[in-house]
C-alpha cells in the first residue's frame, strides 16, 4: 500500500519505521487530528471524491485547535487525497488523513514535531446491515466543557470505542450517546436524526461533531419535500417519532430499526438514503459541485 507521508508517496512499510514509535507522542496521548473521506466510482466510471473541500477544511480547523500550523496548504493535502486513491487503484475507498504529534520524547509538553500521513483502504459498508439496532450507550459524548467536540481529534475517539464495544457487547449494531445535560447527542462516529410525518428533526446539541453528511441531508431535504429543524430531544421523547436514522461519511444513511425496546419504521430513511447514494455516486447533476473527481 502506498501512502502520502510528509509531502511524498512511500511504502507504508518505510513511512510507518519513519512516523511512528512506541515513544510517539500522539501514540500515548492521543494527540492527533484527522478525517474520514469517500471516494466512489461514479456513473461515468470515473472516480470521485465527496465535499473533500469540506473535510480538508475540517482537518485544518481540527490541526489549529491542537496548535498545529500545518506545513502544506489545503491544496496540497487535498491532492494528496487524490493521489493515495489513483496511486492504489482504488474506487470506493475511504481515505484517512492525519495530521499529529511525532516528538519522540515522554512527556505531555514534548508537541515540537508534527507529521503528516494520508491513507486510503478499499471501503464498503460501516454497518453492514440493512437497518441498525441501536444502544442507548451509558457512555457520554464529550461537552465543550472538557474539549472541543467540533475538532476530530484522535483522543476524543476512546469514548466512542467504548461506547461501541458496550453496544457489540449487548447484541446491538451501535451505540447512541447522551451529551451531558442529557440530550440525545450523536452515535458513537455517526450523527442523528428522528422523522416525524414530512419533518426531519436533527438532534441539537453543543457536544456534537456537526458532520458534512448532516449538512448535505439539511440541503437535499427539500428535495423529497421534508422539512427540517433542529431540536433538543431527551431520551422520553424517543418514541414520538416514526423513524430515526444515522448519518456519516463511513455510515453513509443507515435506518435506524430499534432504539434500546423502542421501534422504528424505516420506509422513509430508506427514500433519503437512496438519494445520497445517488448523489455521492454523481447521479444528480446539481449536486455534482461536491465530488472531486481523480483524473
Ligand atoms: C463523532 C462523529 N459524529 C459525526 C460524524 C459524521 O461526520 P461526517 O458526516 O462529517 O463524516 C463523525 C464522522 O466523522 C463522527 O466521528
Redesign the pocket.
Known amino acids: 500500500m502506498k501512502v502520502w507521508f510528509n509531502g511524498k508517496i512511500k511504502n507504508i512499510e518505510d513511512a510507518s519505521k519513519e512516523g511512528i514509535g512506541f515513544l510517539t507522542h500522539a501514540f500515548n496521548y492521543g494527540t492527533g487530528a484527522f478525517e ?1 473521506i469517500r471516494s466512489y466510482e461514479l456513473v461515468n466510471g470515473k472516480v470521485g471524491i465527496f465535499r473533500l473541500k469540506d473535510h480538508i477544511d475540517r482537518l485544518f480547523y481540527s490541526s489549529e485547535y491542537l496548535n498545529i500550523t500545518l506545513k502544506y496548504s489545503k491544496k496540497e493535502i487535498i491532492d494528496a487525497c487524490k493521489e493515495v486513491v489513483k496511486e492504489n487503484n482504488l474506487k470506493n475507498a475511504y481515505i484517512r488523513p492525519i495530521v499529529y504529534y511525532s516528538s519522540q520524547k515522554i512527556g505531555l509538553g514534548n508537541n515540537d514535531e508534527v507529521n503528516i500521513v494520508v491513507f486510503a483502504i478499499p471501503f464498503d459498508k460501516y454497518i453492514n446491515k440493512k437497518h441498525a439496532k441501536v444502544m442507548l450507550s451509558s457512555y457520554k459524548r464529550i461537552s465543550p466543557l472538557i474539549s472541543n467536540p467540533k475538532a ?1 481529534i484522535t483522543g476524543h475517539y476512546i469514548i ?1 470505542s467504548l461506547a461501541t464495544q458496550q453496544a457489540k457487547k449487548h447484541g446491538y449494531d451501535e451505540a447512541l450517546m447522551l451529551d451531558l445535560e442529557g440530550r440525545i447527542a ?1 452515535g458513537a ?3 442523528i436524526a428522528f422523522i416525524k410525518d414530512n419533518e426531519i428533526i436533527f438532534a441539537k446539541s453543543d457536544s ?2 456537526e ?4 449538512k448535505t441531508i439539511m440541503e437535499i431535504a427539500e428535495d423529497l419535500d421534508f422539512k427540517v429543524k433542529e431540536e433538543n430531544i431527551y431520551p422520553h421523547q424517543l418514541d414520538l417519532f416514526d423513524e430515526a436514522f444515522f ?4 455510515v453513509e444513511i443507515i435506518p435506524i430499526s430499534q432504539i434500546n425496546n423502542i421501534e422504528y419504521k424505516t420506509k422513509k430513511s430508506e427514500t433519503i438514503k437512496r438519494h445520497y447514494l445517488d448523489i455521492v455516486k454523481g447521479k444528480v447533476t446539481r449536486y455534482r459541485k461536491w465530488i472531486e473527481i481523480i483524473n
Request: no cysteine; glycine share 24%; aromatic share 0%.
Open positions: 474520514g476530530k466512542s450523536e462516529g455517526e450523527n456534537i461533531l458532520g458534512i453528511t448532516r448519518m456519516g461519511t463511513a
